[in-house]
């Protein structure tokens, strides 16, 4: 069974923009997914939908067997645990130290009065120093987050989805801040943690040749609408052009 299906999915904002055309996608268990694209594409509203964070107008679309917009309070909240999301700008408490930021991730689980008083298991601290390992920053762990770079901080925000045991990681331009050697670690810690975990990754990025050197799967989207669909290597220079309608293309050391 796949692991997230669009059926005709739409996406209308209340002032009239598509942000989706009749979007259909299947994307399955373990598969590392770049989605490509003009700024305004889409690319952000496509994997926005995919944990609710946005709610689609039209169509169907199912994650692991369930139809998402059926979901909410309890349900929507327990299905998003099962869902990671990475964005550009970290999301971290900078005051915090990288160990304090990953073990945010248990909190939902957690009674109030063990939030409140900041208590966690002995269990709950090794399950995240072992996330921080997985990313390669164990020995930032009692690092303040302002005192990271800008790609450790990144790797802080990995850990702390890894933490919650996802089957699907969504990033959203999770390397457009970073230099261009850190951009390259970060994707490349991307990709081993979907070919280690078999995690299924769907990120959204800016920088064309990362795309194709890190993910399998290509997605181009154009105004809403998936104009290609397929292996990285099978990418020509005409479907990048027809992607991006003719505009110059962005590359990581732009």
């Known amino acids: 069974m796949s692991l997230i299906e669009f059926k005709h999915v739409s996406k209308t904002y209340?002032?009239?923009v598509k942000g989706l055309k009749d979007?259909?996608?299947?994307?399955?268990?373990?598969?590392?997914?770049?989605?490509?694209?003009?700024?305004?594409a889409g690319k952000s509203t496509l994997i926005r939908t995919i944990n609710r964070m946005i709610d689609i107008t039209e169509g169907q679309l199912t994650?692991?067997?369930?139809?998402?917009?059926?979901?909410?309070?309890?349900s929507l909240r327990r299905f998003r645990r099962k869902i990671g999301m990475?964005?550009?700008?970290?999301?971290?408490?900078?005051?915090?130290?990288?160990i304090k930021n990953v073990l945010?991730?248990?909190?939902?689980?957690?009674?109030?009065?063990?939030?409140?008083?900041?208590?966690?298991?002995?269990?709950?601290?090794?399950?995240a120093l072992e996330a921080l390992d997985k990313v390669g920053i164990l020995d930032k762990a009692y690092t303040r987050c302002d005192q990271l770079s800008g790609g450790q901080q990144q790797r802080v925000a990995l850990a702390r989805t890894l933490n919650q045991t996802p089957t699907i990681?969504?990033?959203?331009?999770?390397?457009?801040?970073?230099?261009p050697v850190t951009a390259h670690q970060v994707m490349g810690d991307f990709k081993r943690i979907n070919e280690e975990m078999n995690i299924s990754i769907l990120i959204n990025i800016h920088h064309?040749?990362?795309?194709?050197?890190?993910?399998?799967?290509?997605?181009g989207i154009r105004a809403g609408e998936i104009v290609y669909d397929g292996p990285?290597?099978?990418?020509?220079?005409?479907?990048?052009?027809?992607?991006?309608?003719?505009?110059?293309?962005?590359?990581a050391g732009d």
């Open 63 to 74: 994650v692991d067997g369930t139809d998402v917009m059926t979901l909410k309070g309890k």
């Open 169 to 179: 990681i969504l990033a959203d331009e999770p390397v457009a801040a970073l230099d």
């Open 14 to 16: 209340p002032n009239g």
């Open 104 to 127: 945010t991730s248990m909190v939902p689980d957690m009674p109030w009065w063990k939030v409140l008083l900041g208590i966690f298991s002995k269990e709950q601290k090794m399950h």
């Open 23 to 40: 979007v259909n996608l299947t994307i399955n268990q373990g598969e590392f997914v770049a989605i490509i694209g003009l700024s305004g």
């Open 208 to 219: 064309v040749d990362l795309a194709l050197k890190y993910a399998t799967r290509l997605i």
């Open 86 to 98: 990475i964005f550009q700008s970290f999301n971290l408490v900078s005051r915090s130290t990288a």
């Open 232 to 251: 990285v290597d099978q990418v020509t220079q005409e479907i990048l052009d027809s992607i991006y309608n003719g505009a110059s293309i962005p590359q």
